[in-house]
């Protein structure tokens, strides 16, 4: 190709052109692939033009070429990331060299003949996010293609991969070597994400759906039609957003928002256009941005980033399916539905009916993806990480999803299907015997008072009061305000709230954190860095401190909301004392403005920190005697001990709360408190499962704040718990070399008939 060069004709008239060869359906599939390589050679002014496809091994196998030797069709087979082809199959991406044999992955295959070529311009034929296959040009001279040529050999890159994966070109035995189809009974080992048990019939997730037709007659209609669609995409999140409020709370409708924010993200916005402006209909703009993404952030190393991919891979699935005509909710399902996905987004999860919903089973994700959060909100068992489930299932298939022991089972055995059965027998027994212990104080049977609190993030929240007997609500998250506004609340707004939520709560105590954005929260009306690292970055206190404006809005919200009342606030992410001093003195600003102006105060106001950052456990000396009360927060404590994100699979199983070194840290806090008389208490997911709560109270913690669905299993624990002879047990395992002390921790209890 002569340097400088590009494509002779305007790229809609050569996808036209290979169009018009794919479609000529009497032509022989091989005849067809030659004319396409040899129309793409002639309008790129290319030497070589040749098509890669992927072989069910792996292996790219040559399948048509111009300029190449034509006896190397069909014999010449790369393995799986071999030469510079595989390597544009294994990134996904495409590869654009000057001179090629000098890059360290080209592979000579001689019986090619391509010895004499230098430029190389490669791009994946992507299905799903996955190369399916490669597009190659090459030329003599050594130059390097430009811009407009690497987007002109993705499109048509994108035109071949929807034709090959149609079957329209190449019947689908053709691709494959081997089709094993198993009938047998199964059983997957994944991981955890939501706790329960449920069996039923496998309902696969919609498969994203194949635009029919690629190139567009009228740029400017296919421009509207796609607007017209993103407009209907944003509103229907917006509605599921309104009636959410009902059934969702916390980090839960947290999750939705963020999602929601996606669908205005300006870089996946302007690639949708761009692609419709290049003459391919919005659909198949849709799909081609789809790919893009899933090929470009399944390289990435941050799992944040990847759990993100998914959102963005949801949103144009749910575009889609807009532009078909589809609405939401009209599939039918079978009464005992289990969901299986590679991965699913909350707001598809929600359109499915909770009613006939029984289980979920995923591909990838992880305990703290989106789906995984919502799942659990609704308390529908779920299970991930189950490697090569949608190849193994057919639709109507009989699964078990077993959310206690992270597996799947398919097409149990009757023996398997029985014992499942009895164990969700147990669990509704438990389930009916909790509701039993609802007004019953949780007292241990050595006179232990332990109060019992619950986590919520909005109003609708403390419905779960009266059904789990919680005492109060231990951590209310107020950013979920924030998360939900298109700009930032006001005062009156944020008074509103905080006054309804003391209102429905009467005299049962609240605890509000202030504002923990920053990190994965992100809102849009707020400028942001990007960080590498978004925990450890700018964020919660952080992110008050560096705008006092905000954090004093707030705290003027919650004392005016307040007044009269006893108001609890506490600030998250403290890592110094001098941050909380800083804080602290917000709050006596704002004191000090309200009595100037003669506005009523709480009648009792206690101002508390959050102990999750490490550092203040050498320096409780100096922090507990300015407040008045501390909170630890498990989940962020342990990750930053342990040096291990949570969010993250492949090390977020590495460690063990229930370790010597994560016990001795939490019993340093609570003697701490207790020599100073400082209130401490639990707002991890910890204090919400019996085994590890059994292990709080017996360190001497007696406040532990858990979710709902957490507080009847804890205090039938407490109940049946005998502190005195505990402390005796637990003492001698604190001081064990070992990694974990669960299972002597485990024995423990069943030795003193605790019941966790």
């Excluded at 407009?148 to 149609?166: C, G, K, R, Y």
């Excluded at 939900?484 to 707004?493: F, Q």
């Amino acid at each position: 190709m002569p340097a400088g060069g590009a494509m002779t004709r305007g790229p809609r008239i050569l996808l036209r052109q290979i169009r018009e060869a794919l479609g000529a359906g009497a032509a022989p599939a091989q005849d067809r692939l030659d004319m396409v390589v040899r129309i793409i050679a002639r309008s790129m002014v290319a030497e070589v033009c040749s098509i890669y496809l992927r072989r069910a091994s792996g292996e790219l196998e040559l399948f048509a070429t111009e300029g190449l030797n034509p006896e190397a069709v069909h014999n010449t087979r790369l393995r799986p990331g071999e030469g510079l082809v595989g390597e544009v199959a294994r990134l996904a991406q495409p590869i654009s060299l000057s001179d090629a044999p000098s890059h360290p992955s080209f592979s000579y295959r001689p019986e090619t003949g391509e010895d004499p070529y230098h430029a190389f311009l490669g791009a994946p034929l992507l299905r799903g996010g996955r190369a399916i296959g490669v597009l190659v040009v090459q030329n003599r001279t050594e130059r390097r293609y430009d811009e407009d040529e690497v987007e002109d050999i993705q499109t048509i890159a994108m035109v071949l991969a929807e034709t090959v994966a149609s079957g329209e070109l190449l019947a689908e035995d053709e691709l494959r070597d081997v089709e094993v189809a198993p009938h047998r009974p199964e059983r997957l080992k994944g991981q955890r994400f939501a706790e329960g048990l449920a069996f039923g019939h496998a309902v696969l997730h919609e498969a994203p759906l194949a635009p029919e037709k690629l190139l567009s007659d009228d740029p400017a209609m296919e421009e509207a039609r796609l607007k017209l669609a993103l407009a209907t995409l944003k509103s229907g999140l917006d509605a599921m957003l309104d009636g959410g409020q009902g059934k969702l709370a916390g980090p839960s409708f947290e999750v939705l928002e963020t999602y929601r924010m996606f669908a205005d993200d300006r870089g996946w916005n302007r690639s949708l256009e761009e692609a419709v402006r290049n003459g391919l209909t919005a659909e198949a703009a849709v799909d081609r941005v789809r790919n893009e993404h899933r090929a470009r952030f399944a390289q990435a190393r941050d799992p944040y980033i990847r759990e993100r991919l998914h959102d963005f891979e949801d949103l144009a699935n749910r575009l889609l399916r807009v532009l078909a005509g589809d609405k939401p909710g009209e599939r039918e399902l079978p009464d005992d539905a289990i969901l299986v996905a590679r991965n699913l987004g909350p707001a598809d999860l929600l359109e499915y009916p909770r009613d006939k919903l029984k289980g979920l089973l995923l591909e990838e994700g992880s305990a703290a993806s989106h789906a995984a959060i919502v799942a659990r909100a609704l308390q529908i068992p779920c299970v991930g990480r189950l490697m090569g489930l949608r190849d193994r299932l057919s639709e109507g298939d009989l699964v078990i999803a077993d959310g206690e022991t992270g597996e799947a089972y398919l097409r149990p055995r009757p023996d398997m299907l029985e014992a499942v059965q009895s164990r969700m027998a147990v669990r509704e027994q438990r389930r009916a015997e909790f509701a039993q212990l609802r007004d019953t104080p949780a007292v241990t049977l050595d006179g232990q008072r332990i109060s019992l609190l619950t986590n919520a993030g909005l109003a609708v929240d403390l419905e779960n009061l009266a059904e789990t007997g919680a005492e109060g609500i231990g951590l209310f998250r107020t950013e979920f305000q924030f998360m939900v506004s298109d700009e930032l609340p006001r005062l009156t707004a944020q008074t509103a709230l905080y006054r309804l939520v003391l209102d429905a709560a009467g005299d049962r105590p609240v605890t509000f954190r202030t504002l923990d954005i920053g990190g994965d929260k992100v809102l849009p009306y707020l400028e942001a860095e990007r960080e590498e690292n978004p925990a450890l970055g700018r964020r919660a206190i952080r992110l008050g401190l560096d705008r006092p404006s905000l954090l004093r809005m707030q705290l003027r919200a919650l004392l005016t909301a307040a007044a009269g009342r006893e108001l609890r606030v506490m600030f998250p992410m403290i890592a110094t004392v001098d941050e909380f001093r800083a804080a602290r003195e917000l709050v006596d600003i704002e004191c000090a403005w309200a009595r100037r102006r003669g506005r009523p105060l709480p009648a009792l106001l206690r101002v508390g920190a959050m102990v999750e950052c490490p550092s203040l456990l050498w320096h409780l000396d100096a922090l507990l005697p300015l407040t008045d009360f501390v909170s630890i927060g498990t989940n962020d404590l342990f990750q930053y001990m342990y040096a291990a994100d949570r969010t993250n699979p492949l090390v977020s199983d590495r460690y063990d709360a229930l370790s010597p070194p994560a016990l001795r840290a939490l019993q340093t806090i609570q003697k701490a408190c207790a020599d100073t008389g400082t209130p401490v208490s639990i707002c991890g997911e910890l204090a919400g499962r019996p085994l590890e709560a059994f292990a709080l109270i017996t360190l001497g913690f007696t406040r532990l704040s858990a979710p709902a669905g957490g507080v009847g299993p804890v205090k039938r624990m407490i109940l049946s718990a005998d502190l005195t002879a505990a402390r005796r047990g637990l003492k001698n395992l604190l001081n064990l070399s070992t990694g974990s002390v669960r299972n002597e921790i485990e024995s423990l209890a069943r030795k003193l008939n605790v019941v966790v």
